[in-house]
């Protein structure tokens, strides 16, 4: 049975049965537990998590907003701010840094004129760093949009995916 939604709908209908999914992979007592999956799917709609659009998510959860926020902030899977339609995370943890991750880094911020946490003017790229990915064996490691792994970026690499994204 889906669930009544907070005061003002902040989400598709269609957001919200996904949300009503995850929930379900839960028991009724522990509808928390669906707070990554539907901050995903809140940022998927809206493109980033507004602190509004946390406060519907958690009032959503039943849970606190400063629970929902502490999750958001933590994870750089989550934006708290607008983005480009490309976002890139550029790997620099110290696996990736010793095989090139910071050359990838400096190249990328050449190529866009811009440095981490920085959109482009024509709001096509947002660069990031980020957390070990967990391919540290394929080092250096780009994430685009949070979905779509790079591995081996060499410069040459680069320039293919972004002219891809163009």
């Given amino acids: 049975m889906p669930r009544t939604a907070p005061k003002t709908l902040m989400l598709s209908q269609d957001a919200l049965k996904k949300i009503d999914r995850e929930i379900a992979k839960y028991p009724a007592d522990q509808k928390q537990s669906a707070a990554m999956a539907s901050l995903a799917i809140a940022q998927e709609e ?71 946490n920085e959109t482009t003017a024509d709001g096509r790229y947002t660069l990031k760093e980020g957390e070990c990915m967990g391919a540290c064996g394929d080092a250096p490691v780009l994430l685009v949009n949070n979905t779509r792994m790079c591995s081996w970026m060499t410069p040459e690499q680069i320039d293919k995916l972004l002219a891809e994204l163009k």
Avoid: R
């Fill in 46 to 116: 809206k493109g980033w998590l507004s602190n509004e659009t946390i406060e519907f998510v958690a009032s959503y959860l039943g849970m606190q907003p400063i629970a929902l926020y502490e999750v958001a902030s933590f994870y750089n899977m989550y934006d708290l701010s607008p983005v480009g339609k490309y976002k890139i995370t550029v790997c620099t943890n110290l696996p990736c840094a010793l095989s090139g991750g910071y050359d990838a880094a400096e190249y990328v911020q050449k190529k866009l004129g811009i440095g981490f």
